[in-house]
């Protein structure tokens, strides 16, 4: 079980490695008849693409999507939607080096520890191409949600220290933004903050705040399968992920019973939560409120600085690592958390269909 | 799919209302020739047992554990393991009025969204009560890890703005904390502070840390089923979590690259690392050091103050929620996150026996 | 993975052994608002009650259902239905030499070779007490699908040599027949065998047939969850099941494609199938008309007559099997075969909500 | 759910349509250091290629398999391993008629029915290439095999009426035979068989037997993960596959107990089975002897003959299907029965590997 399958009902594989031939998703469990083509699908992938935004690699990729099967005259046709982005850019030579030592912070030794030996090329499967596949599938869920009328919206909450404030948010201001952050005087601080970490051959991480509007409530399941339990999987496991708090979150610990509940009231004859300190969920099922969650991004490992590290003969060694490094990758994985978050939650409207004998009589009788 | 199922090869259902007939668990995959019994589960249940920490619920129950099937002259015999604790104490009576309204915090709400209806008794599938199965699984997994050399332990790291401090820490004092706090400083001030929120009516949140010490390198699977991303989704499971975090957490956020990394050295001829900013995992592989994880907990919903609902004739009214009310659940959940900590490394360690060809011709060859 | 768990949405966990402390089964992901009570399962589970059938097991076990979560006022709450049944008749001493030697065709040895011992009572889990979780679950599944107009119903089509005639179809003498035939000729040639099996100490297998109907087309999905595949799972999983054919089956290998395929025409404004030698599926999803199969029964192993054997000091031996023995299970096995089929199709059914946008957005929107 | 996804831990992800871009498969779970290469792949491949067997499809398709990730220098990696083949020979304008009504014997209305339109070109994903991605699963799976010691051999046993004759048996002459069976005589009357099928523009259907050596004892788990229940699914999920029947199979149906029984003897100081009417598998786990199991194809239901359907206004039609027809597909089917048996044990291997703690605690400790 080599982890790459993710989701029950909507269920997606991902594979690829950095330097391989290709990069891609095979998407199962699509619903037909989703109005879909490339040029879709490829729209949302680039906001993930190098050079999208400022400080990121400087390496150019084109990270063309195909689709190659599952869509019949532009529509889905419930069988499996395979995506792939071909890799262009190898230059393997870059990662000779890399092959002798275990790069602070990366996977290189765990890796061999779990297989044997790696795919030392760029990272091989735990580089950040492997996000591709994700947002590939990412982009086909949040077609079906724009469907259902469910937005999924991420954006940079903060950069190192520097955070966005509640006062100055602006959320148009989010793709005017170098690092997607909705505060163009925090936007800038970060910018400020980010050259300085470069210059220092240093680098730096982040929190992704990630909102969800339109999600009805009851979607989620009790126990195991609660809403923000499968949220927490999908968000932690993207590389880089430290943390992952829902609503309040951690500041909840330190809160008061009276201040962290949210009341109820009427509003349009509806009951309606009062705040929404709980983040949308109550005991693991969406209330109708906004669901809201944040992921902790550690710093970029790759710096250029001088590290400690091990080679092949178990010696103690210093390593530079040199080429291309990104002082923050938080920017370009704003989309990557959006699109799990599409990805979990199409999976769980999914599942939540025969939650009631009456709603499936509904639906087939 | 109303998920409880967790797992894919040690493979945990639990089942149970607070005042239904009994509450319990079917583990099915535990490996044949584990020595068990029930006094080896009950010690470890009575850990969650109401009374065994001062500061929750002063109704009385037994929880006295069943081994129903899968045990055999004392040895586990790799068939399904059945466990109940028959309820006692049901006293449906207290929950009438609560029937009527939606209590702030709880599912009630969103059970009845859900489902259309709910078992108003006690919070039903939602309760405290819910967390037996998960225990009485999580003892069964602790013998298994017991026999790999595995340890897991967790404690109280804070109580409402208490928080353990490193210069104190005495893990021998946990057992003796009425909080399970390894600090007697900190645990009396949290005991000062627990009292002050019941005397208002009111409840505390907090943090729980637990330590995985003895876990091979190797562990866990890239992209998805990462062991980090499967213990967020583990213990995000747990009712009142609102945020997990691994390692240096939400801190790494903040945090400089060189900071963060964790440079590797060398020490009896073997590669190690040189710190554990990372809390034990990279790339989601287990790297050989302490795996480390923090829970946050919300305050316990139920509070004696005055608080806003609405009625079922949709009405806006006030509430004061009677009978016991604990002013922490965080002590309690100790336990629960040891458990669900165990449950999933038993899982991930079995996933993990066929990473290699060579592994697999060792144990079938 | 012990293999206890069978399903995807709508979940059956089963556990017990034929001499443990009782047997049961637990039900995830039955929708909520099914009326339901014990009596109603009771009444299902008595159809596999040894005492039931003449020509079974003359021990007299009471099989009394208790239902212990997920039902509340009557009615199915969406949460996991727990169901046990208290081994009451152990007398494990019985069994004691069967502890020294494996029975040919029995599991013994299987078991041994897996986990290094057995609970050698009764079978322990390959026991046909395992099949009351199964039954119990069915029950389950077939309030679900009665509800959704949809009848499963299962019959002995054949016992040895002794077949039901085509000519003689009496459905209505089903529950007359000791042996669940409709043809009431078969089914005194079939007790005639039996008898003459008996006297002679050997045993007879025969042939289960199956007819859903009422089941929508569309159910089931391409590839590898064809709703025949999964229903051929679902059988073979049964104990002494040594064969599944849908529709025309092995015979359908020697016909010729004119003659196998189903042509279709137009009645009363519906689009139907001329004939059925698909039996109800073509592609692997339900085509509207009766979805039909059957299932090979072996004999049943425990013969009295002397057999070839080792025993535990690896020596050859001769064996006779002592104690009660059906000469056929066939007749107890009909209902089970009924109760796999009923949760395999509820569950296909639940995943079946979501094969089209349009029905997802009329679902939710 | 749209049912593309097999196995737990060795789990196969098939994508494409007959008319598409391409159609492929991730392999996920593969372990590390498999000897492994495009070659391999394809020789495994070419035994399904049209124009391999005399009595196929006349399209002349390359078929060329490449592998775009997983593997590194020659060795795979523990990550998914993607394959796909490009379709070459996509000519739709055959297809237009087809789109206007329903093929007897076809998917074409169950595709409807399910959701809503069709792929109608080649049959979309219901078509014989949709197998394309299992046989480069089942190359996979048959090299870890190999590597254990495991032989799995599929050949045709009857084509129509014309059946393999026990005495003629030769397992070397199944090469040579244009319809893969091992009976030259039999090979030749089949031949005759098929000669007047195509003559008469009428198809044949068959059955396969397949033989599993080397497998150890102990594989398979109890209840639902029968060894031989995984295989039924697997097999009954190939198109056109009607029955499946393991060991003596539907004629056990028949038998006395005394025949049918397996007696135990002592060879060469093993425990062995004395005969094999279980076909390798007692209670669902292999038992050390042949695993045996035979599946029943229908005939193609591709006829040239004139046939009665329905068209896109409901009115009752006469159809002849034009184009290339094979008379038969059992030859071609084959390899892919090989394929889903490998690929099935290849999983039950996997999941068998934690089935006791000895077991786990040689292999961590």
Redesign the interface.
Known sequence: ??????G????V?????SH?????V?V???????RINEEMIQKYMDRRKPGAVKYSTKRREDDEI?????V?EG????????M?VVNKDHRSADYTEIAS??R????D???D???????Y?GG???SGR?TIGRVAAGAVAML?LG???ISVNAYTK?I??VCVSGDNMDMDYVKESPVYMPDREASERAEEYLKK?AAEK??????VECVVRGL???????????L??????????I?AV?????????K???????????????KD?K?VK?SN???G????????SDFVFRA????????A?K????NRS???IDIEIKGRHDPVIVPRAVVVVEAMAAVTITDM?????????????????
């Open positions: 079980m080599a982890g790459s399958v993710f029950d009902i909507f269920r594989t991902t594979w690829g490695e391989g031939t290709a990069v891609g095979a199962d469990g699509c619903p037909a008849g989703v195909k689709i190659l099967s599952g019949f529509k889905t046709t419930g069988t499996p939607i395979s792939l030592y275990y602070p912070g990366h996977a030794y765990t890796f520890m779990k297989y044997g030996f790696r795919d090329r091989g499967r735990s492997e079906i469907e259902l009328g903060s190192g220290p970490c240093n680098s730096a991480g982040g929190v009805p409530a009851g979607i989620g399941d009790p126990v195991f399968d609660k923000d339990a499968n949220i927490a999987k999908a968000v932690m496991s590389g430290k943390g992952i708090e829902i609503g309040d979150g951690f909840a610990a330190q809160a008061l019973g009276t201040d962290n509940n949210d009341g109820f009231g009427v004859g009951t009062l300190h709980s983040g969920v109550l005991g693991g099922i969406s209330d109708g902790a991004f550690k710093p970029t490992p790759s710096v600085a590290q400690r590290s091990v178990k010696e103690q409207l999914f599942k939540g269909m025969s939650a009631t004998i009456s709603g499936i009589k509904d639906f087939y009788c």
